[in-house]
Nanobody, 128 residues
């Protein structure tokens, strides 16, 4: 079993920055894909960014809506995955969740159906 705990959400103004963290514990060796997803009220869950084993060195995946503004990174020493959010917009307001998969999903990692484990999430609210 893998446990995921998110932190770092909050309220900020448009144009600001925020960093989300996801602590991974348990059978971390089982994790081959990890990513961030978000869901705004009344919308479907959206893949934001992810990293997958087997990807070309340094290759990460981003939704078009966040490319150039968000950056995903990981710290293997602390088993933590980060989502650096810059130049945020009101449209980024959502509940952000960290998720992990036992499979190396590669470019499919933005699809939430492939994820096996989920954190409880953290709320990000961007005011205009």
């Amino acid at each position: 079993e893998v446990q995921l705990v998110e932190s770092g959400g909050g309220l900020l103004q448009a144009g600001g920055s925020l960093r989300l963290s996801c602590g991974v514990s348990g059978l971390t060796a089982d994790v081959h894909t990890i990513g961030w997803f978000r869901q705004a009220t009344g919308t479907e869950r959206e893949g934001v960014s992810c990293i997958s084993d087997g990807s070309r060195d340094g290759e990460k995946y981003y939704a078009d809506s966040v490319k150039g503004r968000f950056t995903i990174s990981s710290d293997n020493a602390t088993n933590t995955v980060f989502l650096e959010m810059n130049t945020v917009k009101p449209g980024d307001t959502a509940f952000y969740s960290c998720a992990a998969s036992k499979s190396a999903l590669h470019e499919l990692c933005l699809n939430h159906y492939g994820m096996d484990y989920w954190g409880k999430g953290t709320l990000v609210t961007v005011s205009s």
